[in-house]
C-alpha cells in the first residue's frame, strides 16, 4: 500500500498557509491604465461632441492626462517586467479608483452610467492582492460611492436636467454597493478554489511521480544485474587463471580473495534478477481479493476489525486477475483507513464483478457522513478529522483517490448505509484492469551471462 500522506500533505500546508505575493506585473497594470486613458478619452471626446454634451472638458481631459502622466513616470522609474509588490499593486488600483470617482464627480456622480466601472479594479485586486488589500480597495469604492451621491456636478444633458427622485438615486447607490461586494466575493470564491485545486492536483501528481520512481526501481536493478553480469564474468575468468598460475603465496591469496568476492557479487546480481522476475510474474499481478488484503493489511488492528468479502458472479465464479495499479490499492487504502478511523467495531470489505466491472464497497458501522459533508465529499479539503496535531490531515486523501480512480476510467459514490455507517462504493472498468492470463512454459533456462569458464 502507497503511504505518501505525510508527503502531499506537507507540501499542500505549505501551499495553502503560504500567502502568495506578486501575482500580477507592473507592466500588466499600466497596459490597463492605458486602456482606461483611451476609453475615457473617447468616451469624454464623443458626449461632449458627438452627443452635443456640455461637460466640463478640460477638468475631464485633465484629470485622465493625469492618468497618463502616472503611466509614463512608473514606466520610465521602474522596471515593468517584474511582479508589483502588494503595496505596490493597492496603490496603483487604489489611485485608479480615486480617479475615476473624480471623473464621475465632474461627470453626474451616481447618475453616470459610467460608475459601474467602479467595480473593476476591484475585481483585479481580488485576483492580484491578499483579503486585506482588496477588502480595503472595496471599501474605498464603497465609501467613495456615498461621497459621489452628495457631491458631483450635474448630469450633462442637451436640455434640461433630467431630475431623478431621491430614491431612485439611493437604489443606485445600493445596487453598486452591492455590485462590488457581490463581484468582489464571487471572484475571490473562483479564485481561491482554483489555487486549492491545483494545490490538491500537484499533491495527486506528487503521489503517481513517487509511485512511479519507486516501481523503476525494480527495472533498474534488472537493467544493472544486466549489464554488470558480462564484465564481472570476465574479472572472475582472470581471476581464476591468475589463481592457477599463481607461484607466490601472497599473490595466489590475493587472487583467491578476488574470486570469492566475484562470486559474492554475482549471487547478489542473481538474487536482484530473480527478485525482478518475481516482480515481473507475480508482483504486477494480484487478484482482486489479494488487493482487498494489501490495501487493508496495514490497518489491521488498529482499531475496528476488517473483514474482506467476495460476492461471486453466478456467470464468472472465478474472481479476476488484475493488473496491479497504484490507483487502485491507493485509493482503496485511503478509503478503507478512513472507514476505521471512524467505524465502531467493524469495517467490510466487498468485491464484486461482472463480465465488464469490477465493484469494491467499503463500508462501517460508524456515524456515517455528516450531511454537511457528505454534499461537499469529493472536493479538497474538505475533511470531518479535527484540527490537531497527529488527527487527520488537510481533506485531501478523499479527493485524491477520487482523482486516480477517474483517471483510469472508475467512478466512487459515497453515501450513508441503510441504518448506519458510511458507505464507499468503487466502480472499476474490469476490461482495461484485468491482467493478461499467463502460460507457464515450465522451469526457466538459467538466463546468466557468465561464460562457462567462470561457472
Known amino acids: 500500500m502507497i503511504t505518501l500522506e505525510p508527503e502531499w500533505e506537507k507540501i499542500s500546508a505549505e501551499a495553502e498557509l503560504t500567502p502568495v505575493f506578486g501575482r500580477v506585473r507592473l507592466r500588466t497594470l499600466i497596459l490597463l491604465r492605458w486602456l482606461a486613458v483611451a476609453g475615457q478619452t473617447a468616451c469624454v471626446v464623443v458626449v461632449h461632441y458627438g452627443f452635443g454634451f456640455e461637460l466640463p472638458l478640460g477638468l475631464c481631459l ?10 509614463a513616470w512608473i514606466s520610465l522609474a521602474l522596471p515593468t517586467q517584474r511582479f508589483a509588490k502588494d503595496w505596490e499593486a493597492f496603490a ?20 453616470n ?7 473593476g479594479p476591484v475585481v ?6 491578499p483579503a486585506r488589500w482588496w477588502i480595503t480597495l472595496a471599501s474605498i469604492a464603497i465609501v467613495g460611492s456615498i461621497m ?16 431623478l427622485p431621491p430614491l431612485y438615486q439611493v437604489g443606485l447607490w445600493i445596487a453598486l454597493a452591492i455590485a462590488i461586494a457581490f463581484t468582489a466575493m464571487y471572484a ?19 503521489v503517481l511521480a513517487r509511485e512511479q520512481r519507486l516501481s523503476a526501481l525494480g527495472a533498474l536493478s534488472a537493467a544493472a544485474a544486466h549489464e554488470l ?29 578476488i574470486v570469492s568476492q566475484a562470486q559474492r557479487c554475482r549471487e547478489i546480481l542473481q538474487r ?75 469495517v467490510v470489505i466487498t468485491g464484486a464483478w461482472t463480465p465488464d466491472e469490477l465493484k469494491i464497497t467499503v463500508t462501517d458501522d460508524g456515524p456515517g457522513f455528516p450531511p454537511d459533508i457528505l454534499a461537499k465529499l469529493g472536493e479538497p479539503y474538505v475533511t470531518t478529522r479535527r484540527a490537531e496535531p497527529g488527527h487527520g490531515g488537510l481533506g485531501l486523501g478523499v479527493f485524491i483517490a477520487i482523482t486516480l480512480v477517474e483517471r483510469i476510467g472508475g467512478a466512487i459514490k459515497l453515501d450513508n448505509a441503510p441504518g448506519s455507517g458510511a458507505r464507499v462504493a468503487m466502480s472499476l472498468p474490469r476490461l482495461s484492469l484485468e491482467a493478461d492470463p499467463i502460460f507457464d512454459a515450465g522451469p526457466q533456462a538459467d538466463r546468466s551471462d557468465l561464460p562457462d569458464a567462470a561457472q
Open 188 to 206: 475571490w470564491r473562483v479564485g481561491s478554489e482554483a489555487r486549492r485545486m491545483g494545490t490538491a492536483l500537484a499533491a495527486t501528481q506528487t
Open 229 to 257: 553480469g558480462t564484465p564481472l564474468a570476465t574479472i572472475q575468468l582472470t581471476a581464476k587463471e591468475m589463481l592457477r598460475a599463481a607461484t607466490d603465496d601472497v599473490l595466489r591469496e590475493d587472487a583467491d580473495l
Open 272 to 346: 536482484l534478477s530473480q527478485t525482478h522476475e518475481a516482480r515481473d510474474r507475480m508482483h504486477d499481478r494480484v487478484g482482486l481479493r489479494e488487493a482487498m488484503e494489501e490495501a487493508a493489511a496495514p490497518l489491521r488492528g488498529l482499531g475496528a476489525e476488517v473483514q474482506v468479502l467476495l460476492e461471486p458472479d453466478p456467470e464468472a465464479p472465478e474472481p479476476p486477475v488484475l493488473q496491479r495499479r497504484a490507483e487502485v490499492i491507493y485509493a482503496l487504502g485511503n478509503f478503507v483507513e478512513n472507514a476505521v478511523d471512524f467505524a465502531k467495531a467493524r
Open 62 to 71: 485633465g484629470v485622465i492626462a493625469a492618468s497618463a502622466w502616472v503611466n
Open 113 to 119: 452610467p459610467f460608475s459601474v466601472m467602479l467595480v
Open 148 to 163: 459621489l451621491a452628495f457631491w458631483h456636478f450635474p448630469l450633462p444633458w442637451s436640455g434640461a436636467e433630467p431630475l
Open 124 to 129: 483585479i485586486a481580488v485576483a492580484a492582492l
Open 92 to 111: 496603483q488600483l487604489a489611485y485608479d479608483v480615486i480617479q475615476l470617482m473624480a471623473l464621475l464627480a465632474l461627470t453626474g456622480g451616481l447618475t
